[in-house]
């Protein structure tokens, strides 16, 4: 009997321990959090690490279940659900239906001189309506903003009622000492303050006395960031840091021995290998013989490159007549005769002069080369020659005929006043006057 107790009991308790289980996974909401909309000249990436941020405060609430990021990405890619442009509710909620969630958290992050305000709202999607709406201002570094998520996750959770909107605030510290807070994103990065070494982040010390410090913070993969930052008495301050992630980048030349520019700063010679912060960067090589080669990149990961450098050859241009236009691939380059440098590739050559033909001519430039010419006249332009010629030969036999013209009628004038009255002897001439 005792044996058929024990056995009874533990099956109960067996179905007890597992019975609650399922409850405990129900009292949790499924949620999903859409990356914050950056305004008045905010970057997307910093309202997305802000996001982030929020993401793991939710998550250590205990009260949600949070649909990963990738994951949310990946349902509604295969959707064909577009998040741009997504800002109404309704379409929030059609969001939270696709993702199968319960609530969604959406906002913006904007800036206004100094001070930045958060709007951020929880969206029940079985209701379809916002259940709760919070607005947060703060003025100071755009890092602070970090210290702002947990107290937000709370509020969105339940857990707490107000939320901290200032930088600043009393703190109940000794006269003339300050309380500092530091935190960072990613955590776990050591503090320097004046060349000490004090711990790593999130950091806090109550024992600063009022004044001017040079804080430094270092971190393996990233680079050091170090800036000076004042603390007042009596005063809770806070810094907030996001730091930048160290890339290794490797590039290489074909040919070797390029000379390597990183945002027109000589950096050395290829092959080149370095670590650079993330951020966007103007790449240029150059070698003597080659033509420059130019291109923006963004480095956020580790970057390799392999490029091949063209080779530079000279086209000597030539023509008759000269001083014709010289275009290649559309680009005026000059007018005949010249000999200019290109690299080595596929041209469209074109020489121009007015009245004449186009000499056109593709070429595939492997060496150094000549293009010489004689232009020949367009038909408009022999015809406006033929039609000058013909003018020309009429004002000629014109000329030639008033000539003939000329020497006939002067000699019959000079026969008819010279030579003809004096073979007249039947008419003398009158008598003079008296």
Known sequence: MRKIFRRFAIFIL????????????????????????????????????????????????NVFIMLDRGRMDEILKEQGFQISGCTSTKCKVEMGSLLNVQKIVSGSIGKIGKLYTLEIALIDIVNAKVIKSLTRDYTGEIEGIIGLMGPIADELAGISKSVTTVSVE??????????????????????????????????????????EYTIKITKQGYLDHEQTFSVEAEQTNSLGISLKRMNSISINSKPKGAALYLNDELKGTTPFKSELPSGNYALKLTKVGYADWEQEIAINKDYSQNITLLKMFSISFSSRPSQAEIFMNNKYVGTTPITSEFAEGSYSAKIHLENFEDFEKFIKLKKDMQIKTKLKYTKEYRKQLAEMNKGKRFVKKSLLLGSVAAVIGGGVYYYMTQIAPSQDRGFPNPPGRP
């Open 14 to 61: 067996v179905v007890c321990f597992y019975g609650l289980l399922p409850v405990q996974a129900q009292d949790k909401m499924n949620i999903a959090v859409i990356d914050f909309e950056a305004q008045g000249g905010l970057t997307p990436q910093e309202a997305a690490v802000l996001t982030n941020r929020l993401r793991s405060k939710l998550v250590a609430t």
């Open 170 to 211: 009393t703190a109940p510290a000794e006269s003339g000492v300050g309380v500092i807070k530091i935190v960072t994103v990613p955590t776990q990065a050591m503090v320097y303050i004046d060349g000490i070494k004090l711990g790593l982040t999130p950091f806090k010390s109550e024992e600063l006395k009022a004044g």
